[in-house]
């Protein structure tokens, strides 16, 4: 019996991490029941992610797992099967376990997608910031290049205005050639 039990309890863990992961996508069930169950004023706001296990403090999960255990057990009543309260409680303990990791996965999985985005658009700006500002030493090598080119060209169009003496009539003012 102490394994039927355990298989209960990792069942129900398996079942809560469910219900939390099904209802962390979309709550339309419980904004159904919430405009049912409320007036106009009273309802919730269309981009609330509030469910019937998501965002809800303790006692309010704890109603829900019950309520929902209490229905499985009258479906039960009504076949002949030796259900015992260990069953109930192990079950009711094993989802609220679930509830929780479901919790912590989601919530980690969230949060780990934010900071990847996050990582990411750094990533891009930083790329961007490098293309630019390679650009921007590339162009300044260029325009130094085109300043010392033009320089260069400066001089030697200074340079023909005084004509060099070539090595023969140097040697001869020297007196070392006829």
Same mark, same amino acid.
């Given at each position: ?14 079942? /809560? ?33 509030? /469910? ?38 192990? !079950? ?14 989601? /919530? ?25 500002? /390679? ?15 033009? !320089? ?14 070539? !090595? ?11």
């Amino acid at each position: 019996m102490i394994t039927f039990d355990i298989i209960i309890l990792i069942s129900s863990i398996v079942f /809560g991490v469910s219900l939390y992961w099904l209802e962390s996508k979309g709550n339309g069930f419980y904004k159904t029941v919430n405009k049912i169950a409320n007036s106009k004023e009273l309802q919730m706001k269309p981009e609330s992610k509030k /469910g019937f296990f998501v965002n809800q403090e303790f006692v309010p999960r704890l109603i829900y797992v019950n309520i929902i255990f209490i229905l499985v057990v009258i479906v039960f009543l009504f076949l002949p099967l030796g259900l015992r309260v260990e069953y109930y409680v192990s !079950a009711v303990f094993g989802t609220m376990i679930g509830v929780y990791i479901g919790s912590f996965v989601v /919530g980690i999985k969230d949060k780990s997608e934010e900071i990847l985005d996050k990582v990411v658009d750094t990533g891009k700006d930083i790329i961007d910031d490098i293309k630019t500002k /390679g650009k921007e030493a590339a162009d300044s090598f260029s325009s130094d290049k085109k300043e010392t080119t033009e !320089a260069t060209k400066e001089e030697t169009t200074q340079a023909p205005e005084a004509p060099k003496k070539s !090595a023969r009539e140097r040697l001869k003012d020297k007196g070392l050639l006829k």
